[in-house]
């Protein structure tokens, strides 16, 4: 095994990958996706935390307002989000259907110091958009005057809990939140996940094209090859992670601590790449292969997911600069484990590639 | 008849025996351990919990009781410092210090601050339902009832914000007949008992869980009240959950099948396929049977398990359908396996988004009736479907998979099989050889109704797409788009029939073939629009989209000049003048287009 082979190898499958634009598609894909990127961003934001709909909007909101008065009809008429119309319910469910309002509320006679509680009926525009928004800004009111209904009845409570004034928000926390601590662990790990299944279809068409033995005939080792491909794929990672840092930095989202994310990613897919080398080596058939990758694959993500300070979790600490040099140790692992497994993929490449070529002769005879 | 079926069983029956054996003897074992592992890991997960977000924001606080609860979450880094001690140097992104709150000036600060109001909260409810007195901690209950309403395409044609604000001091006067809505009980229906221990319950499970895991089943009565707090938002974004339960796994299983095509055109396997009396039709069908009937039953059993009606089998039978019409095509015509990787990563993200974004309308808007996972979302609520509907949601995915067989059928040729040539080669060469040089004018005139299904997909899409851009920009390019993806159909057979046959393209004969393609293209688009899509195109998007039904003539001369364009340009500057031509072409399409909206005809 000599390094310019290895080189070479990586450098022909490099160049297949540009020649059948297969990548062409991934860009496509990667254009498709940024196509929806707005929509996208709103309705992952708010997958991810529903009450996040409410910092997307600031109108006033109309709300018809039936039964008797209360408290609460105050802190609506205060609020700077609704605007409120004293109506009749039938009326005022009439109107809502039609969206001229944006919610109804009932309110029943109950005094604020009943021993019974206060049972309000919320109307809403079912599964709709601005429903939710509206149903968060409702909220924020209702949470308000059920602090005060608690307050009248105080002589009531046995315990308190520990007091703190939280301050108001400025809003848009629940997407940095859900950016740096899902969005950017994914989309940089993506690339290590699609350059594993890719090594698996490189090494699986040797074989079942029977390509292989005419590469065995060169100079070309069975362990540079391996090794040429491998490094085809790793190659990838770090240009596909490096290039969605540089579309999150051009959307505004600046991430810190690129180049060590980018060592951690590396180092990680090297063993996602090497389970994928092995999981082809021993299959030589693609379905097997990838099925079998694909089923391992999520059993070891989950494993990772669930130790503490894992690399995802540091590329979330890395990407929002909440850690200290004490990543280097976990990539010094993560490292280690990566060239462990290489040693045993050489092995395991070596005594598989020499039966290879028996099995290969011999059904060619 | 009966002979060819029992073709197709006997081919199916290969097709099982030899994955089961391949499958079985290597993989089989490996699998079920990795299905142990996967099960052990899952537990390990669940216990451990998921360490995605740990130690993200730092606070200092100076009471124990405080930083003993924050410290259950593990997104914290509590350090307890003493009383009244303000913790300086921009260390902390929350400082908790006798009752009040430091917040450093950053994102990350705001974002635990978020977090912390959340922990809080639930802090809070794990004070107040250990109350005696439950309604003193929670004097107020609200019942939630959705209210249904949905709007077709005039609402947003006629330009205005959905919803607007009628004025100060009026009240909104419903234009429709009002009807008389009870007035709701003024008490809970409920025991303060079961109220508590409810609370209990959601406070510990976790919210965002819940309520995806919610979607399929429909909402347990005892939560009809809610205390503020508990409110969530209805979301529209829910139905992805679905697409995780059914749309995934046919997307795994359709991998199969399309290995199983593409590994018979590796070193020519398939060959003894082919020199059997089969015929074309029936290997396909025997081959994709036992997929078919696999993903069937794991809908089914995924319907069966997740407890919603089985009456959504209906809408996801087109779409196993269109999965597997797919999965032959991306078999049939990948040149390598990286190819076939990235194929059908980018078919199912396609499909997916398809599938995905219009049924986020359900319920509010009919456009989300395109997509067959609204129905699916529909039934799952318990409401009928018609049969109108049903039509509306899977007509395309029917036609599309059943033109995709049809091509891939006529295909299915040693000579097709196994040549590899670069993707738009293929497909060119595929609609080539659908097409006869005996009858060229009635091949064409039927290619081109073939690719009405699939034009309006893309139109669709487009629509599905574009209809969130504010209001001209959206018609703009909607326009722009439909005209070019319509040139591009019309554009198929004809550059088709021109490689296959170079001399076949002669001046007159591109205005002859030129009327045929145009003929073609009218009659499918009428036929299928009437069928299916009259709910759209009585709106303006339709007018955008489906201009060409006014008068008969007007469309179909359009057509013409559209195929003659690309025709003439194609004939003049070779094969490299296709794009330019139809770029050309689609120009003129959308300045006729325009001109019809703007009623420069009239």
Not at chain 2, 152 to 160: L, M, V
Not at chain 2, 192 to 201: E, Q, T
Not at chain 2, 334 to 347: A, G, Q
């Amino acid at each position: 095994m000599t390094l310019r082979h290895v080189a070479l190898i990586a450098r022909k499958e490099l160049r297949g990958l540009a020649r059948e634009r297969t990548i062409v598609f991934a860009v496509l894909l990667q254009l498709f996706i940024a196509m929806f990127s707005s929509f996208l961003m709103v309705g992952l934001a708010t997958l991810y935390d529903p009450d996040a709909v409410a910092g997307f909007s600031s109108t006033r909101y109309a709300v018809g307002y039936a039964g008797s008065d209360s408290g609460l009809r105050e802190i609506l008429e205060e609020s700077r989000d609704f605007r409120v119309y004293p109506m009749d319910l039938s009326t005022a469910v009439a109107a809502l259907k039609e969206r001229t309002l944006n919610a109804v509320i009932w309110v029943p006679a109950t005094p604020p110091d009943a021993a019974e509680p206060v049972t309000i009926t919320l109307y809403t525009v079912q599964n709709d958009i601005q429903a939710s928004v509206v149903t968060v800004k409702i909220k924020g009111v209702l949470v308000d005057y059920e602090q005060e209904l608690r307050a009248v009845r105080a002589d009531r409570l046995t315990a308190q809990p520990v007091e703190v004034a939280i301050p108001a928000s400025a809003g848009g926390e629940n997407f940095y939140e859900f950016v740096f601590g899902l969005l950017i662990p994914l989309l940089v790990f993506m690339p290590a996940i699609i350059s594993a299944a890719l090594i698996i279809d490189l090494i699986c068409e040797e074989y079942q094209h029977g390509t292989l033995e005419t590469l065995m005939a060169t100079p070309v080792t069975f362990a540079s090859m391996l090794w040429g491909k491998v490094a085809a794929c790793l190659a990838l990672v770090p240009v596909q992670a490096g290039a969605w840092l540089l579309l999150l930095a051009a959307n505004g989202i600046a991430v810190r601590n690129a180049a060590p994310i980018l060592l951690h990613v590396t180092a990680g897919s090297l063993i996602l790449i090497l389970i994928g080398a092995l999981c082809a080596l021993h299959y030589r058939e693609r379905t097997a292969a990838q099925f079998i990758f694909s089923t391992g694959i999520v059993a070891v993500v989950l494993v990772v997911l669930a130790l503490p300070a894992n690399p995802l979790n540091l590329i979330v600490r890395l990407a929002i600069g909440a850690i200290g040099p004490e990543h280097w140790l976990v990539l010094a692992a993560t490292a280690g484990g990566a060239l462990l497994l290489a040693c045993i993929t050489g092995r395991y490449a070596d005594r598989v590639g020499g039966v290879g070529r028996d099995r290969i002769l011999q059904e060619q005879r | 008849m009966h002979e060819a079926i029992s073709a197709v069983l006997t081919i199916s029956r290969w097709e099982l025996k030899r994955s089961l054996t391949t499958m079985g003897r290597n993989v089989l074992p490996l699998a079920v351990l990795l299905f142990l592992l996967l099960v052990l890991a899952t537990g390990f997960a669940q216990q451990q919990g998921v360490h995605l977000q740990d130690g993200m924001y730092a606070m200092a606080t100076d009471s124990p009781d405080l930083a003993a609860v924050i410290a259950d979450d593990p997104r914290f880094r509590v350090t307890l410092v003493e009383a009244n001690a303000m913790p300086g140097g921009g260390a902390f992104d929350l400082a908790v210090i006798g009752g009040r709150i430091a917040v450093a000036e950053t994102d990350r600060a705001q974002a635990a601050l978020a977090a912390f109001a959340r922990d809080y909260a639930r802090y809070e409810t794990w004070v107040y339902t250990r109350q005696d007195d439950l309604f003193a901690a929670y004097p107020l209950w609200i019942d939630e009832i959705p209210v249904k309403s949905e709007l077709d395409f005039r609402a947003t044609q006629q330009g205005q914000a959905v919803g607007a604000v009628p004025p100060r001091g009026a009240p909104p006067v419903p234009e429709g007949t009002v009807e008389v809505v009870a007035t709701p009980a003024a008490s809970l229906a409920l025991a303060a008992d079961d109220l508590r221990s409810g609370l209990a319950a959601s406070a510990a499970e976790d919210p965002q869980v819940s309520r995806y895991a919610g979607v399929l089943t429909a909402d347990s009565p005892d939560l009809a009240f809610k205390t503020p707090s508990q409110l969530a938002p209805p979301l529209p974004f829910d139905s992805i959950i679905l697409i995780f339960v059914f749309i995934f796994p046919l997307y795994f299983t359709s991998q199969f099948f399309m290995m199983s095509i593409m590994n018979e055109r590796v070193d020519r396997k398939g060959e003894v396929l082919l020199t059997t009396p089969a015929r074309p039709w029936q290997i396909i069908a025997g081959k994709a049977l036992p997929y078919l009937a696999l993903m069937l039953a794991v809908s089914l059993v995924l319907t069966l398990a997740n407890g919603a009606p089985v009456a959504i089998m209906l809408p996801l039978l087109p779409v196993i359908l269109f999965f597997v019409a797919f999965a032959l095509f991306i078999g049939m015509v990948s040149r390598s396996f990286k190819e076939l990787s990235f194929l059908s990563i980018f078919f199912s993200t396609v499909a997916t988004s398809y599938l995905f974004f219009p049924s986020i309308f359900a319920n509010v808007h009919v456009i989300s009736l395109i997509s067959p996972l609204t129905l699916i979302v529909l039934q799952v609520q318990g409401e009928a479907v018609g049969a109108m509907e049903y039509l509306y949601a899977t007509a395309l995915f029917w036609l599309t998979s059943a033109v995709l067989v049809a091509l891939c059928t006529a295909n299915f040729t040693e000579e097709r099989l196994f040549t590899s040539t670069r993707l738009l080669s293929t497909v060119r060469a595929f609609v080539g050889s659908a097409l006869s040089l005996c009858r060229p004018h009635l091949s064409v005139f039927c290619a081109a109704a073939c690719t009405i299904p699939f034009v309006f997909m893309a139109q669709l899409m487009l629509l599905v797409v574009l209809f969130n851009l504010p209001m001209p920009l959206s018609l703009v390019t909607l326009l722009l788009g439909a005209a070019f993806v319509e040139e591009c159909a019309k554009a198929v057979p004809l550059y088709a029939l021109a490689r296959k046959a170079p001399g076949v393209l002669t001046w007159p004969r591109i205005a002859t073939l030129g009327a045929a393609i145009a003929l073609g293209f009218l009659a499918g688009e009428k036929a299928l629009l009437f069928a299916t899509l009259a709910q759209i195109s009585e709106s303006v998007f339709g007018a955008v989209l489906f201009t060409s039904l006014q008068a008969l003539w007007l469309p179909l001369s359009l057509h013409f000049v559209g195929v003659l364009i690309t025709g003439a340009v194609v004939r003049a500057g070779g094969r490299r003048a296709l794009l330019p031509g139809i770029l050309a072409a689609s120009l003129v399409h959308s300045l006729y287009n325009l001109g019809i909206i703007l009623g420069w005809a009239a």
